[in-house]
């Protein structure tokens, strides 16, 4: 736990389980003996089983009586009735992180093993995932806003349960575990009925690590080749310019072209590998192809042997600011602005659109300028971005920066592992 390297108050996700109740009794020791960042154990309710408001308030009452604060997160939402796994997955993972990022926390620990990583591994391979899903769980993953620790990682299941036992802890067995309608539970079973399951779930995490070795190569390559294929516009956008992109290999073509849908579209996954497989290989080899909407952006064929990747504007959110702001402000991720001079109450930042394009704007990429921040207070355009921003006591909207160029190269270095 001491290499956990905790600087500030972090969350715990526990269930009743004997992995979780073992990673909540390491805590507590972890904080008898580092008092100055505080645990949160966080337990979710997603109401999908009958056992589970019981499980809850078992995880609730241990932690109280080892002295560590927990909250449960109750989920009030439609209750799926399909995929339910991974339906409720998703489920808690939305409430730990809307919990983490209410209550400005930016590490979530979690209790997973080396079998949950085996387990992991082959229903990506029965997927056909790519590199990345064989990588599996990392020791330390980012999920939006917060940076998810997984301390267990590197132990088995057999050997968490062993410590648990010697130390007499109280756990409960969640009875999905071992319902065969579950995908996890028959990869679960595949593993135990192995001729040596400790040895399968070794050699794949092992395999995890090779992988990993393997993406961090190419991840170099990405960023070495960022400059040289990508240009990073000041209106917002990406163009790939594609005699230098056609000319790397194929994987790292294909990382630069997702990357910057990601960057642009606001994702934080990897689009799916159908679609975009085809789109990838329509763009390079098709000179007469169409604009094509995508993953939130507009993906435009141009006569200069370029591409441009630009936000599509229905996707943008329009923005309500407190108009007395002094600070700067990101909007749509792409920029950081910052605005002057506004008497008005109720302002909004939001995107051009179909509203008519002022004469200092006429002039630049059209489908780009579409996508550029405009003032407004209701109805009324207070400003335009990139105007003469010299006059007295008029609105301003300034781009005091473009982003797009940092978070590309952020999102790559987060993908080294």
Not at 203 to 225: D, E, G, P, Q, W
Not at 235 to 254: D, R, S
Not at 380 to 398: E, F, T
Not at 403 to 416: E, H, P, T
Request: glycine share 2%; with cysteine.
């Amino acid at each position: 736990m001491q290499e956990l390297n905790l600087q500030k108050n972090y969350a715990v996700a526990v269930s009743g389980g004997v992995d979780s109740i073992t990673l909540l009794y390491l805590i507590s020791i972890y904080h008898n003996v580092n008092t100055k960042f505080h645990p949160i154990i966080l337990t979710v309710n997603h109401g999908l089983r009958e056992e589970a408001t019981q499980e809850t308030l078992f995880v609730y009452n241990t932690s109280q009586k080892l002295k560590l604060t927990c909250q449960i997160l109750n989920w009030n939402g439609i209750k799926p009735t399909s995929n339910i796994q991974s339906a409720a997955r998703t489920i808690r993972y939305s409430l730990l992180h809307e919990w983490c990022d209410l209550n400005s926390i930016k590490y979530l620990i979690t209790a997973h093993h080396k079998d949950d990583q085996a387990e992991t591994i082959f229903m990506r391979l029965e997927r056909g995932s790519g590199l990345d899903g064989l990588l599996g769980m990392q020791e330390r993953s980012r999920f939006y806003t917060i940076e998810i620790l997984r301390p267990f990682l590197c132990f088995t299941k057999k050997e968490i349960l062993h410590y648990a036992l010697q130390k007499q802890l109280n756990w409960i067995e969640d009875p999905s575990n071992t319902n065969t309608k579950y995908k996890r539970t028959l990869y679960r079973n595949f593993i135990k009925v192995s001729k040596n399951p400790d040895v399968l779930v070794n050699r794949l995490h092992t395999t995890a690590i090779h992988i990993k070795r393997a993406v961090n190569c190419i991840l170099y390559y990405v960023h070495a080749a960022l400059n040289d294929c990508l240009e990073f516009n000041k209106l917002g956008f990406i163009n790939i310019k594609l005699n230098k992109f056609n000319e790397v290999p194929e994987e790292i073509a294909l990382r630069l072209f997702s990357y910057s849908l990601m960057v642009i579209g606001k994702k934080s996954y990897k689009p799916r590998y159908e679609k975009f497989i085809k789109l990838f290989h329509k763009i390079k080899n098709d000179l007469s192809i169409p604009p094509h909407t995508f993953y939130n952006c507009k993906i435009i064929r141009n006569k200069d042997n370029t591409i441009s990747i630009i936000k599509e504007v229905a996707s943008i959110k329009t923005q309500y600011i407190n108009p007395y702001t002094k600070e700067t402000i990101i909007w749509d991720n792409r920029f950081l602005l910052k605005i002057h001079n506004i008497s008005a109450e109720q302002v909004s930042i939001t995107p051009l659109s179909n509203n008519p394009i002022p004469i200092h704007l006429k002039k630049l990429y059209k489908e780009a300028v579409y996508s550029l921040p405009i003032l407004k207070s209701k109805d009324k355009i207070l400003a335009y971005p990139l105007q003469n921003n010299n006059i007295d006591n008029i609105p301003v909207i300034s781009i005091e920066d473009v982003l797009i160029k940092r978070n590309i190269v952020n999102l790559v270095y987060s993908q080294f592992n």
